[in-house]
């Protein structure tokens, strides 16, 4: 079976750009999250979505948003693009609803997108 | 929001030694996994363990969830065993320690 897969692998965009990154989770998983890995540094919660709605989001600026359609895929989009957002960007699909009490779920990632913003 | 500690932050080891890396918490979770980052960026899972102990192969792991700490083993090293050692607790959402970079020379 394939694994999360996301694309593109590499982008380079220039400040105050715009710029979508997509992911596809593992088959049958209905929850994706999304993260940012600044060099030298643990990823960081960005969004997860699960059956289509948010069900929680970090402590991120409204330029970052995201949705997840019916396919359980989901894109990530970021605006106005700025240095401090060039990153290492994951995807991580699991099968189950982390917010749900007791709900246990094992999280596999993606390979990323790696953002250069100049 | 939960703290995540790990520990050492770097490790150089020979090949064949053993290691044994320390992820420490501040609060109960639901869930807790170790992941190893390869070079290329890509997080490998290791473990799903919010208790109990856990092998595979070389790698082992144990997590003590009522005193808010789990640990990694590493016996015999390899080379290929080096990068970066993740581990992430979720309450509500999912937090990463800063993570263990080792390095296993030849």
């Known amino acids: 079976d394939a694994g999360v897969t996301q694309s593109p692998t590499h982008l380079i965009k220039t400040r105050g750009q715009q710029v979508t990154l997509r992911c596809s989770p593992i088959s049958g998983h209905k929850s994706v999250s999304w993260y940012q890995q600044v060099l030298g540094q643990g990823p960081q919660f960005i969004f997860q979505y699960y059956e289509k709605e948010e069900r929680g989001r970090g402590n991120f600026p409204d330029r970052f948003s995201a949705r997840q359609f019916p396919n359980y895929s989901s894109e990530l989009n970021v605006n106005a693009l700025l240095l401090g957002d060039s990153a290492l960007y994951l995807c991580a699909s699991s099968s189950k609803n982390r917010k749900l009490a007791g709900a246990k779920d094992e999280q596999f990632f993606g390979p990323g997108t790696r953002l250069t913003v100049l | 929001g939960i703290q995540v500690e790990q520990s050492p932050p770097d490790l150089i080891l020979q090949e064949g030694a053993n290691s044994t890396l320390r992820c420490n918490f501040s609060?109960?979770?639901?869930?807790l996994q170790w992941f190893h980052q390869n070079p290329w960026g890509q997080l490998i899972n290791l473990f799903y363990?919010?208790?109990g102990t856990k092998q595979n192969g070389r790698l082992s792991a144990t997590t003590v969830a009522t005193e808010r700490y789990s640990l990694l083993y590493i016996s015999s090293s390899q080379t290929t065993d080096s990068g970066v050692y993740f581990c992430a607790v979720v309450r509500g959402d999912m937090r990463f320690g800063a993570g263990t970079r080792l390095t296993v020379k030849p």
């Open positions: 363990i919010p208790s």
């Open positions: 609060d109960s979770v639901n869930n």
